[in-house]
Structures are given as C-alpha cells and as structure tokens.
C-alpha cells in the first residue's frame, strides 16, 4: 500500500518571547504527534536541532541499570538509511558543527548544531535516530566499553558518589532507587550470565519507548519558517507514533522500613565538609506557573543581609549554601535541599548550624515570608532576566526549549527556560513551606573525619557511610526555634535597574585608546549593536611581584577570594539585578571583570574598586579563607589524570606557572601581616589597563578610569612600572626535532584512569607567520578531530574520553590530543595516539579537492560566527589588546588566509608539524596509573 505524505500544520499558538528577542517561533504539530518548535534567525552562522524523548532511567528494565543511557550512546551509530558508522557524527563535525546527548530521569534529550546551508542533510541523518536506527551486536559490544570508561570516570567524583548514595538509601523497590548511569557489569557482563540478550534489549527498548506522541523537538535555522516547517514535517514525519502513554511513576521513593528523620554520614574522596538537609515535597511539575520551590530558593539560598547565610558566614561556620530543588526530583516527587559547605568550626557545630537553617525556616512562616508583594519582587527579577536575556546559542537554544516544551505548553516555553513564574499561589507555596519540618528532614553529612566509623559500603560507587536517627532532642528544639535577631528578610534591591535606553551616538567598528597616562591605559568602544542596555568593564591591574613565587601566587589567590568573601552580601543583590563581577588573580596581577546592565554598572564598579583599594582583613575570616584555599589546593590530588597532565604541561612550559604542591606546602604558615605587606607593596609600581565597551560613553569611561587612577595614587601611591618591568608572558618553545616526554603517577590512589596528552607546538600569534600557519592549525583541527574521535574511541574504545583539539598557551599555538581510559596503561594511549597520527597521512593525501574545498569553507561558515553577546564580543577584544596582537580584525585575516590555503600546504603543515621527527616540536605528558605493591613487584620481574 502506498505511504501517504506526512504532513504538519501551524497550531497558530502564539509564543510569549523577551521584548529584545528579534528571533520568529512558529508552533507545529505533525500528524503523528510530535511537538515541533521552529526558530527562524535571520542572521544565525548557525543552525541547530534538539529532539526530547520522554523517557529516561527511571524506565530502565531491572535487568538492565544504565539501559536508557546506553541506548543514547547506541543511537550514534548508524541507521539503515546511513550505515557507514559514525556517518552523522562525521557530518556535522566536518560542517562545522557539534553533537551531544544527555539522560536524566525522565528524558533524553539529543542536540547538534550545524553551519545552516547544511540543516537539511544534518535532519536527515539525525532524524534517523527515531525512524530506523541500525543497533548491532557487535556495536553493542563495543560501545558498552564507551559507558564503562564513562562511569570509570566519575567513581572519585564526589557528586556521582553522592547521588547514588541519596537513591540507594531510599526506597529498594522503586526505580529511582537503581543504578542509571550503568557501566559494562549491569549492561553485558551480568546480563550473560544469566542467560540474557543485551543487544535484544537495546533494540527492545527503542521500540517500547520511542514514539513520536513522546517527543518534542525544537528546529533552528536562517531558513524562513515556511521552510523549516516543510524539513520538519519531510524528516520527522516519519518517526512512529505507537500511542503509547508518558510513563509513570510512584512517588514513594523513600525507604518504608525508615522509623523517622535520618542522618548519613558519608566518607568523601576530597577533603571538606558539607551538610545537605532534604525534604520531600509536593511534586512541582503541575505548579509551573507558579514555580513555589523556586520562591523559596530566592529566600533560603539569599545571601544578603539578614539571610540564612550571610549568618553562618558572620559566626565563620560556613563557606557557601546552595538551596532550591533537588535536579533528582522527577515527576511524581520533588526534593528540597539546602546545602552548606562547612568551615572546620561548621563542622564541630553542626547543631549550631542546623538549628539555624530552621530557625529561618520558621521565621518565613511567621513573619509573612509568604507575599503577594514578595512574589512581584521576584517575578520582576526573572521578567528583567526574560527580557534582556543575552542571545544564546543554537544548540542551547534549542536544548533547553525541546526540553522545556515536555513540561509547559509551546507558548511559555521560552519563560520557562527561564523560571519566570506567572501566578501568585499562596496555598501552592504555602505547601512547600509546610513540607520543610524536622519531621520530614533527612541529612547526608560528609567529611573524611568520619574514615573508620562508618558501617556500611554503598555497592556502585563502594562509598562508606552509616545511616542513623537524627537525635530527638534535635528534632524537639527544631519544631520551636528561638527567634534570631540576625535573621530577616531580604531588603528591596538597590541594583535592580530603569533605565533601559541605548545611547545614541555612532558606534565604533573597534577599540581605540581613549585615555592614556603614564599609570592608566584606557582602551573604549561604544557599542549597541546587541540591542541591549548592557556594558562591559575590564581592569587588568599588573605588577612586576605577581606571582613570582608560590608564595605570592597563594597571596594573591587568598587575596581575590577574601574580596569575593567581603563583598559578597551586596554582591549578590547586583547579581539578582544582572550585574557581575569577578576578581581574578594571574601571573601578570589581577584582572577584575564586570558586566551587566550601563544603568548601575559603573557605580557597582567604582564600589567594588574602592573596597580593593581599602582592603582589610580581620584574623578569624583570614583564618577560615586560609583553610578554605588550603583545602583546594589539597583536592588537587583527586583532580582526572587528563586535567592533571595538562596542569603539569602548564608548569612545564610556563615561566609563572607553579604545581599545586608547592602552594599546598607554603600556605600553612602565611599570616594576616604576610598577606596586608604583599597587598600594601604590590600595588607602589604598576599599570592600569582597563576596557569598557558596550552602552557606556567615552566621557563615562574616561571618567571611571580617572576614578581607579586616583583611587591607587590616594590609597597605595602608585608609580607607573619602568619599562623593565613590565610583563613578558613566556612560555618555553621546544626546538625543532625535539621530543619531550614527561611520566608520572597519579596522585589519587583510588583512581584507575591513566591519561595520554600529547601537544604539537606549532605558531606564535605574530603578524609575518601567524595568519597562515594559524589558518592551517585550524583547518587540520577541523579535519582530523572527528576522525580521531572515531578512531581512538569508537573503534579502539581506548575511553571515554578523547579529543583532539588547538591548544593557546599565551601566544604559542599547538595541537593537543587528549585520551583518559581505565583499561589501558598511558604508554599504549600514547602509542595509539602516535599511530592515528601515522594513517591519518593517508588520509589526507587521499582527500579529494571537492572535499578539501568543502572543508575550507566550512571553515570559513564557522569563523564568520559573530559573538552572541556583549561580554563574548568584549572577551574577543580584550584578548587582542592583552597580548598586544591588536588583530581586531582577525575573523577577516583569518578567513583571507583560509582562502589561500591549498591540499598541498596542508599535507606539508602536517608532515612538518607533525610526522617529521626532524622538525615537529613534541610534549608529550603522561599521567600513570597508581600501582599496588603487587603490581610493582610483578613490573620489577
């Protein structure tokens, strides 16, 4: 019988959208069922699909933990209708795009973005996924390695450890309870033993659970919307609908057998302490209109004056809180949590600390916490975020609405992305408020003080903890708390702007200093071409001391956190208001970054600037900041093997790069007096260089600089730097024909990944060599990284992860290649490596000139990329005046260079750069696994 042409029609529903969003949204409904977003931007480099499927880990069969995941890795692959495999993921990389996928609890959710002419080709395979996906055997087979090494991965990874933990110790018969991101134990190994089929049950749960009346999708593209709507319907048009129901789930996802409110002591791998209290509450899903856990995350998790935190960091008992829903929250329960990051003072009060936390709780109920007035105030800031939202990616974009769209009909979907809350429910919230009693709390406390008094081992992640009763007597003074005076709610937000209007005046095409003195640099440029009233201010502070030695880089860094520390009660207001800053410490000094809406920017700046240049610190805050920093530098040990390989490669080639060791030893004995003497020397000579783009005029800047200017003469009597003295960012240049190698065992016992790191340096940014050897890095990168994928993990399944991507330390250029495993020693990542490299050569010189061609201009779409928002754009520039190559217009250089480029410069590039052992310029960094004694001694024979 015939099939008949699928078709889709306009639903005519109208999408609430920000006041500045210039992108056109079309609502479709194919005939089977599925919810099709369409985004037509007429000047998107870009375009980008995301398909959400309604079905996540909580429907993974018992038999089969991890399943739901591991049919995301599987549906990759290939399909009948493309069959050479990794086909789709070759595509979109070689036209200059990216993929990815995700699963949570109840979705799955995969995205890609592509350069637009090339939407349609990029649908039609990825449609694929849906309609007639090829899972084999034997890619099964492979592929569960993929999952392992993934799982492998995260076994040190506290956050992993944890959430595993919170479903284990709950409800044994629910599925929230299971293992879901599974690895090739739950997935194969036990499956064959008894007597199962994993491939069958791959296949199997594609069928039972990916249908089109379960899918929401989301299409970006320059396209007009009549186009879109006609590649939505062709390539989607196809997909199943079987009829089957969302699924469902039980909410009793606590363990029955629990006589009351319970504490887990945990045992983490990273040193620090953390209290995490837990609630059950109303599910929120129906109440997305009114976001009621969301309200009251505005309140708990404040941290301004009079909230929860600003008092446990007065009395120096903790360093952070996070407070709002759990993301474990699902469907049919939802969780609220509050969790505090615990100073060693914390930690020996944790009474103290808890009894705070409901202190407060009981006084939002008792002292009108609960407004219609107080949700305005907060439905304002979400609505001033809605409608000045900067623009977002493709690919984000359309990932964040294929999701939302599960959730909330088409029409709010973008207000949903971004938690704009839209009706006032007392009862709703009132609901959640009333869930948050001692009564129906349950506590994870972490902290390695508990090593050797725990009983029980969580059997995934072999975590140690022990499960009891909170004390009753705990319980009884958390019902009736006294009434703290500290505590109250939060005051009207002095940030929060109203004046919205652009400036007028002719925008620059680039910057251009506008103010100069022998201490200050001023470099502006107005620009409005984003539409929104925001700007940019960056002050680079530089003296010849930072980082000199461990010493001053701990100073500084203690310095930049104690800063953030003091200022942070006012700072959190501007953040709600959309402004930000950060404060950064760096082998050159400090830079400090702000950004946000023009109308109160530059007197939040000029703010925080004076409280830089009066800066002071008592000894109890320098004691807990101290400890705080000890306390990473520590951790630094349980760092991945991949992230470690690069931070030794750093201290290698960089001339003020020090390892975390050497700061770990000296920061024991540094003093408040240690720490005020290097801030009061620091600052006698130095330069000011700072740049202010956006809605922000040249008088106004110049007058902001003069501020700063003044500011250091008056506080610190700043001389400007001799010309000796100012900095020179280097980094050590390997000559050619020299190979470095660099071995060295992890520093986490517990960790069996190994990890290969191998650079290529290639260029220095200059303006004689740079453009074209530059253009050539670039375009080899584009060329071989997808193949280097394929190769080293999808068909060695060396790991999980693997990449192989351009690398900048300063202004020297290399290509890196990166691969961590758990079932291969370093040395054999390196010889892969090393390999690829070999028979890629082939490749190249087999490469057709249509396909060099296609490269080159896919290139090209991908340079010609301008930035989504201001601070991107001012980021871009700032780069160009810090290291001084002052190439505004290097999108134009580079793509001119591109365009001069042909196969035979390629190839030669490559064999130069890296084959030819006579003239490559090779670090190689390797970071190996722990052995045992046993193993060492098996080694030794």
Same mark, same amino acid.
């Given at each position: 019988?015939?099939?008949?042409?699928?078709?889709?029609?306009?639903?005519?529903?109208?999408?609430?959208?920000?006041?500045?969003?210039?992108?056109?949204?079309?609502?479709?409904?194919?005939?089977?069922?599925?919810?099709?977003?369409?985004?037509?931007?007429?000047?998107?480099?870009?375009?980008?699909?995301?398909?959400?499927?309604?079905?996540?880990?909580?429907?993974?069969?018992?038999?089969?933990?991890?399943?739901?995941?591991?049919?995301?890795?599987?549906?990759?692959?290939?399909?009948?209708?493309?069959?050479?495999?990794?086909?789709?993921?070759?595509?979109?990389?070689?036209?200059?795009?990216?993929?990815?996928?995700?699963?949570?609890?109840?979705?799955?959710?995969?995205?890609?973005?592509?350069?637009?002419?090339?939407?349609?080709?990029?649908?039609?395979?990825?449609?694929?996924?849906?309609?007639?996906? +090829?899972?084999?055997?034997? &890619? @099964?087979?492979?592929?569960?390695? !993929?999952?392992? *090494?993934?799982?492998?991965?995260? %076994? /040190?990874?506290?956050?992993?450890?944890?959430?595993?933990?919170?479903?284990?110790?709950?409800?044994?018969?629910?599925?929230?309870?299971?293992?879901?991101?599974?690895?090739?134990?739950?997935?194969?190994?036990?499956?064959?033993?008894?007597?199962?089929?994993?491939?069958?049950?791959?296949?199997?749960?594609?069928?039972?659970?990916?249908?089109?009346?379960?899918?929401?999708?989301?299409?970006?593209?320059?396209?007009?919307?009549?186009?879109?709507?006609?590649?939505? +319907?062709?390539?989607?048009? &196809? @997909?199943?609908?079987?009829?089957? !129901?969302?699924? *469902?789930?039980?909410?009793?996802? %606590? /363990?029955?057998?629990?006589?009351?409110?319970?504490?887990?002591?945990?045992?983490?791998?990273?040193?620090?302490?953390?209290?995490?209290?837990?609630?059950?509450?109303?599910?929120?899903?129906?109440?997305?209109?009114?976001?009621?856990?969301?309200?009251?995350?505005?309140?708990?998790?404040?941290?301004?004056?009079?909230?929860?935190?600003?008092?446990?960091?007065?009395?120096?008992?903790?360093?952070?809180?996070?407070?709002?829903?759990?993301?474990?929250?699902?469907?049919?329960?939802?969780?609220?949590?509050?969790?505090?990051?615990?100073?060693?003072?914390?930690?020996?009060?944790?009474?103290?600390?808890?009894?705070?936390?409901?202190?407060?709780?009981?006084?939002?109920?008792?002292?009108?916490?609960?407004?219609?007035?107080?949700?305005?105030?907060?439905?304002?800031?979400?609505?001033?975020?809605?409608?000045?939202?900067?623009?977002?990616?493709?690919?984000?974009?359309?990932?964040?609405?294929?999701?939302?769209?599960?959730?909330?009909?088409?029409?709010?979907?973008?207000?949903?992305?971004?938690?704009?809350?839209?009706?006032?429910?007392?009862?709703?919230?009132?609901?959640?408020?009333?869930?948050?009693?001692?009564?129906?709390?349950?506590?994870m406390w972490t902290s390695k003080e508990f090593q050797g008094d725990t009983d029980l081992v969580e059997p995934v992640y072999k975590t140690e903890y022990s499960c009891r009763a909170l004390p009753k007597e705990w319980l009884q003074q958390w019902e009736r708390p006294g009434k703290q005076e500290a505590l109250h709610l939060p005051h009207l937000n002095p940030y929060i702007p109203s004046d919205f209007d652009l400036l007028q005046e002719e925008a620059a095409p680039k910057p251009s200093i506008i103010h100069q003195t022998r201490l200050t640099t001023l470099w502006h440029r107005l620009n409005t071409s984003f539409d929104l009233p925001k700007a940019a201010v960056i002050i680079q502070i530089t003296f010849p001391e930072s980082y000199a030695t461990p010493e001053?880089?701990?100073?500084?860094?203690?310095?930049?956190?104690?800063?953030?520390?003091?200022?942070?009660?006012?700072?959190?207001?501007?953040?709600?208001?959309?402004?930000?800053?950060?404060?950064?410490?760096?082998?050159?000094?400090?830079?400090?970054?702000?950004?946000?809406?023009?109308?109160?920017?530059?007197?939040?700046?000029?703010?925080?600037?004076?409280?830089?240049?009066?800066?002071?610190?008592?000894?109890?805050?320098?004691?807990?900041?101290?400890?705080?920093?000890?306390?990473?530098?520590?951790?630094?040990?349980?760092?991945?093997?991949?992230?470690?390989?690069?931070?030794?490669?750093?201290?290698?080639?960089?001339?003020?790069?020090?390892?975390?060791?050497?700061?770990?030893?000296?920061?024991?004995?540094?003093?408040?007096?240690?720490?005020?003497?290097?801030?009061?020397?620091?600052?006698?000579?130095?330069?000011?260089?700072?740049?202010?783009?956006?809605?922000?005029?040249?008088?106004?800047?110049?007058?902001?600089?003069?501020?700063?200017?003044?500011?250091?003469?008056?506080?610190?009597?700043?001389?400007?730097?001799?010309?000796?003295?100012?900095?020179?960012?280097?980094?050590?240049?390997?000559?050619?024909?020299?190979?470095?190698?660099?071995?060295?065992?992890?520093?986490?016992?517990?960790?069996?990944?190994?990890?290969?790191?191998?650079?290529?340096?290639?260029?220095?940014?200059?303006?004689?060599?740079?453009?074209?050897?530059?253009?050539?890095?670039?375009?080899?990168?584009?060329?071989?990284?997808?193949?280097?994928?394929?190769?080293?993990?999808?068909?060695?399944?060396?790991?999980?992860?693997?990449?192989?991507?351009?690398?900048?330390?300063?202004?020297?250029?290399?290509?890196?290649?990166?691969?961590?495993?758990?079932?291969?020693?370093?040395?054999?990542?390196?010889?892969?490596?090393?390999?690829?490299?070999?028979?890629?050569?082939?490749?190249?010189?087999?490469?057709?000139?249509?396909?060099?061609?296609?490269?080159?201009?896919?290139?090209?779409?991908?340079?010609?990329?301008?930035?989504?928002?201001?601070?991107?754009?001012?980021?871009?520039?700032?780069?160009?005046?810090?290291?001084?190559?002052?190439?505004?217009?290097?999108?134009?250089?580079?793509?001119?260079?591109?365009?001069?480029?042909?196969?035979?410069?390629?190839?030669?590039?490559?064999?130069?750069?890296?084959?030819?052992?006579?003239?490559?310029?090779?670090?190689?960094?390797?970071?190996?696994?722990?052995?045992?004694?046993?193993?060492?001694?098996?080694?030794?024979?």
């Amino acid at each position: 019988m015939a099939r008949s042409k699928p078709t889709g029609e306009a639903s005519g529903t109208s999408i609430n959208r920000p006041l500045k969003d210039k992108l056109h949204y079309e609502h479709v409904k194919l005939d089977n069922g599925m919810d099709i977003l369409l985004v037509h931007d007429p000047t998107t480099e870009k375009a980008a699909c995301a398909v959400d499927v309604r079905v996540g880990s909580l429907s993974d069969p018992k038999d089969f933990p991890g399943l739901a995941h591991f049919l995301e890795h599987m549906l990759f692959y290939s399909s009948e209708k493309f069959p050479v495999e990794d086909e789709y993921m070759k595509f979109v990389a070689d036209h200059g795009g990216s993929t990815n996928a995700y699963t949570s609890a109840e979705d799955t959710n995969f995205h890609f973005s592509v350069n637009w002419p090339h939407l349609g080709e990029a649908l039609d395979r990825f449609a694929q996924f849906f309609i007639c996906p +090829t899972i084999s055997s034997e &890619g @099964v087979d492979r592929e569960v390695n !993929a999952v392992d *090494s993934e799982h492998a991965k995260n %076994l /040190n990874a506290d956050v992993w450890r944890k959430m595993q933990l919170w479903r284990h110790v709950g409800n044994a018969s629910h599925p929230f309870s299971s293992f879901h991101t599974g690895d090739k134990k739950t997935l194969l190994t036990d499956p064959l033993a008894r007597g199962l089929d994993p491939h069958g049950a791959v296949v199997d749960f594609w069928k039972a659970h990916y249908c089109a009346g379960n899918m929401t999708c989301c299409i970006y593209g320059r396209q007009p919307l009549s186009e879109l709507q006609a590649m939505a +319907t062709e390539k989607f048009g &196809g @997909v199943v609908n079987h009829g089957l !129901a969302r699924p *469902s789930f039980s909410g009793e996802v %606590l /363990n029955q057998d629990q006589t009351g409110p319970q504490v887990v002591r945990v045992v983490p791998v990273r040193e620090g302490h953390t209290i995490e209290l837990r609630w059950c509450i109303p599910p929120q899903q129906p109440h997305w209109r009114v976001r009621p856990s969301e309200y009251l995350s505005h309140l708990i998790g404040h941290e301004g004056s009079g909230s929860l935190f600003a008092e446990l960091k007065e009395r120096n008992l903790a360093n952070s809180l996070v407070a709002g829903e759990a993301s474990e929250s699902f469907s049919a329960c939802s969780f609220f949590m509050a969790s505090i990051s615990l100073t060693d003072a914390g930690q020996k009060a944790i009474e103290e600390v808890l009894s705070l936390v409901f202190a407060y709780v009981h006084m939002l109920k008792s002292e009108q916490g609960i407004s219609a007035d107080r949700f305005e105030e907060v439905r304002a800031l979400r609505e001033l975020d809605f409608n000045f939202a900067d623009k977002a990616a493709p690919m984000r974009h359309v990932q964040g609405l294929s999701s939302s769209m599960q959730e909330v009909p088409a029409e709010h979907a973008l207000q949903a992305m971004h938690h704009v809350p839209l009706d006032y429910d007392e009862a709703a919230i009132t609901a959640v408020l009333d869930s948050l009693t001692p009564a129906n709390v349950n506590v994870m406390w972490t902290s390695k003080e508990f090593q050797g008094d725990t009983d029980l081992v969580e059997p995934v992640y072999k975590t140690e903890y022990s499960c009891r009763a909170l004390p009753k007597e705990w319980l009884q003074q958390w019902e009736r708390p006294g009434k703290q005076e500290a505590l109250h709610l939060p005051h009207l937000n002095p940030y929060i702007p109203s004046d919205f209007d652009l400036l007028q005046e002719e925008a620059a095409p680039k910057p251009s200093i506008i103010h100069q003195t022998r201490l200050t640099t001023l470099w502006h440029r107005l620009n409005t071409s984003f539409d929104l009233p925001k700007a940019a201010v960056i002050i680079q502070i530089t003296f010849p001391e930072s980082y000199a030695t461990p010493e001053a880089a701990v100073l500084e860094k203690l310095l930049a956190q104690i800063i953030h520390d003091q200022l942070n009660e006012v700072a959190y207001d501007a953040e709600l208001a959309g402004l930000r800053f950060a404060v950064n410490a760096g082998s050159e000094g400090f830079t400090i970054n702000f950004s946000g809406y023009s109308h109160k920017l530059v007197g939040f700046a000029e703010m925080v600037m004076l409280h830089f240049a009066t800066f002071t610190v008592t000894d109890p805050v320098f004691q807990v900041r101290r400890e705080s920093l000890a306390r990473q530098y520590n951790n630094m040990q349980y760092m991945q093997p991949y992230s470690q390989a690069f931070a030794t490669n750093r201290c290698m080639m960089e001339e003020k790069a020090w390892n975390w060791q050497d700061s770990a030893t000296v920061i024991p004995s540094i003093t408040p007096s240690d720490l005020m003497e290097h801030y009061a020397r620091a600052f006698r000579r130095c330069s000011l260089t700072m740049h202010v783009t956006g809605n922000l005029s040249a008088q106004t800047a110049t007058s902001l600089a003069q501020h700063v200017e003044d500011l250091f003469k008056e506080k610190f009597s700043s001389k400007p730097l001799f010309d000796s003295q100012r900095a020179q960012l280097r980094v050590t240049q390997v000559h050619p024909g020299e190979s470095v190698l660099h071995s060295e065992e992890g520093t986490n016992p517990e960790d069996e990944n190994s990890a290969a790191f191998m650079q290529f340096q290639v260029a220095m940014d200059d303006a004689e060599s740079g453009p074209a050897r530059l253009a050539l890095l670039d375009l080899l990168v584009a060329v071989a990284s997808q193949d280097a994928f394929t190769q080293l993990r999808t068909r060695e399944q060396l790991g999980y992860l693997v990449s192989l991507f351009s690398w900048r330390q300063w202004a020297m250029h290399s290509l890196g290649v990166v691969v961590q495993a758990s079932a291969f020693p370093a040395q054999h990542l390196d010889d892969r490596i090393e390999a690829f490299f070999e028979g890629f050569e082939t490749q190249l010189k087999d490469m057709s000139q249509e396909e060099f061609n296609d490269q080159v201009e896919q290139l090209v779409q991908k340079k010609a990329e301008a930035p989504k928002y201001l601070r991107q754009q001012a980021e871009r520039e700032w780069r160009e005046i810090h290291d001084g190559t002052l190439r505004f217009d290097r999108v134009d250089q580079d793509i001119a260079a591109l365009r001069k480029l042909t196969q035979a410069d390629l190839l030669a590039f490559y064999q130069e750069h890296i084959l030819n052992s006579d003239t490559r310029r090779r670090i190689r960094n390797q970071q190996l696994r722990i052995q045992s004694a046993i193993e060492r001694f098996l080694t030794a024979m």
